[in-house]
């Protein structure tokens, strides 16, 4: 280390000294409380020994287990336990290791070596901010010793909540670990500043990509052309597909978590929402995927959701995609659900046969109207019929009617001319991440853990009212009853 091996992260960019001493107190702490775990652990030992011993002596006479019963052997019982103790409360990796009970040990994993300490974020040089906001931290750096140009995005750590690392912080890392496709951004690893006392100091290291969607839609002067859509929908849905094979949901799919370099190349990334489920899906929370791209069932409270989430997302990015602005932009749940309707049709016992089932559904009063149809069509005159199919498709209200991912590869759509583009024939963009921080309009963020939706009765009785006199809808409003 140079010199200057101070930390460039932090903001106290003073007191080595104190730092150090911080540390060497903490090791010391440290290896006090392993002195006495291992006193412990050898007073607990003595103590089952002679109790095996009592145990045997009181059962002389009867038969034993063999000659291998010796004094030798008596303490059977000190097999070395793999798991924790099955008296303690079932409690999350991070409170797991922070269980002061002295019996309970720590799961210990043999032979692999794969688990090593994290480097240090000292070994990058910070070159500017991309993204900063109240939560979210991601820089461009360069690795000292290589040169390599990453991204660094700080893991969101509520400080203030003492129960350790979030697990969505670690299902990200699990999760961006495990992928590996050429649409997915790559995690190279996960670095911790100096002071690892600090659990905010937790960074991962991702390929840089030029560009985020959001940004380059918000500046292009004209619209991606029809080839152009297909690739990046092509690429997107090839990410997804991967994703969905490998039972991962993202969640949170959306024009600013999807990346785009300078080679045409699309990369989905923030995984901060994503999960792994099961087949069928366990019950999960509903508070996901940003409002403007959330799909009706989880805005009706559906437990049971699957992959057709993300590809109610993929609909809206389509969307975004042809008009540069977002699709659904409502204000809030109920606003988002009007909007839907007034885009998808109202859902019929035809349309959308499960829907009264779920929980918010009971209490909306719909209007008796046979305008149920959508008016995708004709929001986009410019699209062929076979994109309209497509995009109809990703945006049916019940999500079973969705094609999943590969079926949407397999669409016509992308067969048609115009072809899509080739990725290295792909525009180039200046790219803001490289010199500045990104500038954005505000939009929604992805819901934060413990927000409730309670949409209560609503009333969508005037949903259509005004649509013979306006083509488009809008205008009508919402009664609460
Ligand atoms: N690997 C990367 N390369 C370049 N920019 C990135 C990269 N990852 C994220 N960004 C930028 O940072 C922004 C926020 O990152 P993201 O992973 O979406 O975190 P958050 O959870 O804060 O939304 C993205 O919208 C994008 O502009
Ligand atoms: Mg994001």
Not at 124 to 150: M, S
Not at 157 to 167: H, K, Y
Request: hydrophobic share 35%; glycine share 8%.
């Amino acid at each position: 280390m140079s010199t200057m091996a101070k930390s460039r992260w932090a903001d106290d960019t003073d007191d080595a000294a104190l730092e150090a001493q911080l540390k060497k107190e903490k090791e010391e702490r440290k290896r006090q409380k392993a002195d006495k775990a291992r006193k412990l652990e050898e007073e607990r030992l003595a103590r089952e020994a002679a109790a095996a011993q009592a145990a045997k002596a009181a059962s002389q006479g009867e038969q034993g287990e063999g000659g291998q019963d010796d004094a030798n052997n008596a303490p059977r019982a000190k097999r070395r336990r793999l798991s924790p103790d099955r008296g303690t409360p079932a409690a999350g990796p991070a409170h797991e290791s922070a269980n002061s009970n002295s019996d309970s040990k720590l799961l210990r994993f043999e032979g692999g070596g794969t688990f090593g300490r994290c480097r240090s974020v000292e070994n990058y040089d910070k070159l500017n901010d991309i993204e900063e906001g109240a939560y979210g931290w991601v820089a461009r750096a360069q690795e000292a010793a290589t040169g390599k140009v990453v991204a660094l995005k700080r893991l969101k750590i509520d400080t203030t909540d003492r129960s350790g690392l979030p697990v969505t912080g670690l299902r990200e890392i699990q999760i961006l670990k495990d992928c590996d496709h050429r649409n997915v951004v790559k995690l190279q690893e996960v670095v911790v500043g100096e002071d690892t006392s600090r659990i905010e100091n937790i960074f991962l290291v991702l390929e840089f990509v030029e560009h985020d969607l959001k940004s380059i839609l918000e500046d292009m002067p004209e619209p991606f052309l029809a080839s152009e859509v297909k690739t990046l929908l092509l690429q997107l849905a090839s990410g997804v597909a991967y994703l969905h094979d490998n039972y991962i949901l993202h969640r949170d799919l959306k024009t600013s978590n999807l990346l785009l370099n300078n080679r045409g190349q699309l990369k989905i990334a923030d995984f901060g929402m994503a999960r792994y489920v099961g087949d069928p899906p366990p019950k999960l929370t509903q508070l996901v995927v940003t409002l403007w791209y959330r799909a009706p069932e989880l805005l009706l409270g559906a437990a049971r959701y699957a992959q057709a989430i993300d590809m109610w997302s993929i609909g809206c990015i389509f969307g975004e995609l042809l008009t540069r602005e977002p699709l659904l932009q409502g204000k809030n749940e109920v606003d988002e659900l009007t909007k839907i309707f007034e885009l998808c049709g109202i859902p019929t016992e035809d349309s959308w046969p499960s829907f009264r089932r779920l929980p918010n559904a009971r209490a909306l009063r719909l209007p008796k109207t046979t305008t149920t149809k959508s008016l995708i069509r004709a929001k986009f005159p410019l699209l062929t019929s076979a994109g309209a199919s497509l995009l109809n498709g990703l945006l049916a209200l019940d999500p079973d009617c969705r094609p999943t991912a590969k079926d949407m590869l397999e669409h016509e759509y992308f067969r048609q001319d115009p072809k899509p583009k080739q990725e290295a024939m792909f525009p180039t963009f200046p790219s803001k991440a490289g010199q500045e921080r990104r500038r954005r309009k505000t939009t929604p963020n992805a819901p934060i853990r413990g927000q409730a939706v309670e949409l209560g009765a609503v009333d969508f009785s005037g949903i259509f009212s005004g649509r013979d006199k306006e083509e488009r809808g809008g205008g009508f409003s919402l009664r609460m009853v």
